[in-house]
């Protein structure tokens, strides 16, 4: 069973900081490039950032220096370091797997106050 649970999201002023985690099952984690997505008030869901199994990341351009993906392989978790938040991040954060995502969990709200 595909399981994804996401947490450390929360109330931040601009400027803050918020690390995410996202604890999957393996099934869905071991070997598999791994992605947080995020989808804001009235838009579409969209790819921040991705990792390899191996380590190696890439970012969207909006969160590109703000934001930083790792895992830990041992622990299928997956995290998200996110500094300088700005309004514009604020949205429901999901993590699946990348490409072809499986079945979304519930997600970590974050809001970014002006």
């Known amino acids: 069973q595909v399981q994804l649970v996401e947490s450390g999201g929360g109330l931040v002023q601009a400027g803050g900081s918020l690390r995410l985690s996202c604890a999957a099952s393996g099934s869905i984690f071991r070997f598999n490039s791994m992605g947080w997505y995020r989808q804001a008030p009235g838009k579409q869901r969209e790819l921040v950032a991705r990792i390899t199994y191996g380590g190696s990341t890439n970012y969207a351009d909006s969160p590109k220096g703000r934001f930083t993906i790792s895992r830990d392989n041992a622990k299928n978790t997956v995290y998200l370091q996110m500094n300088s938040l700005k309004p514009e991040d604020t949205a429901v954060y999901y993590c699946?797997?990348?490409?072809?995502?499986?079945?979304w969990g519930q997600g970590t709200l974050v809001t970014v106050s002006s």
């Open positions: 699946n797997r990348w490409p072809n995502p499986e079945s």
